[in-house]
């Protein structure tokens, strides 16, 4: 837990700016996407509220992502036991991708009302937003009741089951070839990038649509274009297609993604490998001192 602790922690707070500036595209119908109008948005930011507004919502991303990755890894840990990932010597890949699946969904159900404030937080300013965490939580209580906690939950279950399964899978499968082609010795932390950053790549791609979807449904409220409504999956998805079409709607912003996807998976997965293993090399070393 200590490991994907630390290992969500690094990742999500080295690309915050560019996942603030992804969600803020995502949740808007009257502005495209481009690499040029995200940089632009990154400087109006700076220019306008400064340096560390390019965080802004990154509190609440940690108050999230530290549990959120202390549970998704653990689970994943566990589901691999219970689901003899790996151990028989017989194919398991299917089992291998369920496991990811099964921690993604563990990790999201126990923390999803953290990720809904930070999306929040993300999309609004300090001025006319929320300024702290617990202030999310309580206007959202009062105005709009407990239940919009959980706004976009189903929509956020249904993205997470390919993300998590297509990361984890990709990851697991690229360490397994490699210990077959080179021997038992383990990926340095380079190769460990790589093969995160492909799963990254990999992971968002399958599951970027319902992310567009989640994150409609989660600022619907504070959302920019003007108030529209996203009630329902359905409503969205057929709102999103019909005023913006599949590429423009759905993928809007998926080419942001593909750069600070793998630069953060790629980050989570090998600094998770590399405290867990310095956490063992030193259990191991108390146990012979005893």
């Known amino acids: 837990m200590i490991s994907g602790a630390a290992a969500g922690a690094l990742a999500k707070t080295v690309i915050a700016p560019l996942d603030r500036t992804k969600i803020n595209f995502q949740i808007r119908n009257d502005v495209p996407f481009s690499f040029r109008a995200s940089l632009r948005y990154l400087q109006n930011t700076y220019a306008n509220e400064g340096v560390l507004a390019l965080w802004r919502g990154n509190s609440a991303t940690m108050a999230r992502i530290v549990p959120y990755a202390a549970i998704q890894f653990t689970a994943h840990e566990q589901w691999r036991r219970i689901l003899h990932v790996d151990k028989d010597g017989t194919n398991t890949k299917g089992r291998r991708f369920l496991a990811g699946s099964l921690a993604g969904i563990t990790s999201q159900s126990l923390t999803y009302p953290l990720d809904l404030a930070r999306a929040r937080m993300a999309v609004t300013d300090r001025y006319t937003g929320y300024r702290t965490l617990r202030q999310v939580f309580t206007k959202i209580w009062v105005e709009e009741g407990p239940r919009t906690l959980f706004r976009g939950y189903w929509a956020t279950v ?133």
Do not use: C, H
């Open 158 to 290: 249904l993205g997470v089951i390919p993300y998590a399964g297509t990361s984890f899978f990709t990851y697991e499968t690229l360490k397994r070839e490699y210990y077959e082609v080179v021997g038992n010795n383990k990926p340095n932390t380079l190769v460990s990038l790589a093969f995160g950053a492909a799963a990254g790549a990999a992971g968002q791609t399958a599951s970027y649509p319902l992310d567009i979807v989640r994150r409609r449904m989660q600022t619907m409220r504070v959302n920019t274009a003007g108030g529209d409504r996203y009630p329902t999956i359905l409503e969205t998805l057929v709102k999103i297609y019909r005023e913006e079409g599949v590429k423009n709607g759905f993928y809007k912003g998926l080419s942001m993604n593909w750069i600070k996807g793998p630069i953060a998976v790629g980050i989570s997965f090998s600094t998770y490998d590399l405290i867990k293993a310095w956490l063992t090399e030193l259990a191991n070393l108390r146990r012979v001192e005893k």
